[in-house]
């Protein structure tokens, strides 16, 4: 049985973990991919793409999806609308496309939730709090205050590590990327439990 449908990727973590450097690592040896951006009613900024950074949509069009139930999850922050458009997810699905997300654990928990069966998630992690710590003071990009906001929250993600299927420890990068690429590729074979269910009606045949 071949399975030609779409799948979902969750991939999580805190901030410093690498998950973009090893997904931008292993992203041309994983075939057609979708990765899931989310969509606002804010307006696009300078130097901003529709499409790259966000899907730019006016508060008409949001609420309308949100009525529809065509978000796996929204927010109204600080005026503006914020969804994952299940929309756009759907669309890559039926296009054959492994679906990627890079979210936080309780993005995950809404997945699994919606669309369990064809998800695999994965948690990407330094190998401790302190390394974690290190890699976030030599971004420079943050204040104390946000490093040890972001610190916090890592603490507190971690404590659902077993929510996951896989855990990545991103030690040696070339292994991580390389054990990234082998559950990608994974991902996209994995079979709902309804085609499963199917399969076995159908295998007695006399």
Not at 121 to 139: C, M, Q
Request: with cysteine; hydrophobic share 40%; net charge negative.
């Amino acid at each position: 049985m071949n399975h030609r449908s779409g799948a979902i990727l969750v991939l999580s973590g805190p901030s410093g973990a690498g998950k973009s450097s090893l997904l931008n690592e292993v992203i041309g040896d994983i075939g057609e991919c979708y990765f899931s951006i989310s969509t606002t009613t804010r307006p696009i900024r300078e130097g901003e793409i529709n499409g790259v950074h966000y899907h730019f949509v006016d508060e008409a069009e949001f609420k309308k999806d949100i009525e529809e139930e065509f978000f796996l999850e929204y927010a109204f922050v600080h005026g503006n609308y914020y969804g994952t458009s299940i929309k756009l997810v759907k669309e890559a699905l039926k296009d054959g496309k492994l679906v990627i997300f890079d979210i936080d654990v309780q993005g995950n928990a809404t997945i699994i939730n919606r669309l369990g069966d064809i998800t695999t998630s994965v948690f990407i992690s330094p190998p401790t709090l302190s390394e974690l710590k290190k890699r976030l003071e030599a971004r420079s990009t943050d204040s104390q205050e946000v490093i040890d906001r972001r610190i916090d929250m890592a603490k507190r993600e971690i404590q659902r590590i077993s929510e996951y299927d896989f855990l990545i420890v991103n030690d040696d990068f070339a292994q991580a990327a390389a054990t990234l690429k082998t559950i990608a590729n994974a991902a996209r074979v994995k079979i709902p439990a309804n085609e499963i269910n199917d399969f076995a009606r159908k295998w007695e045949d006399i």
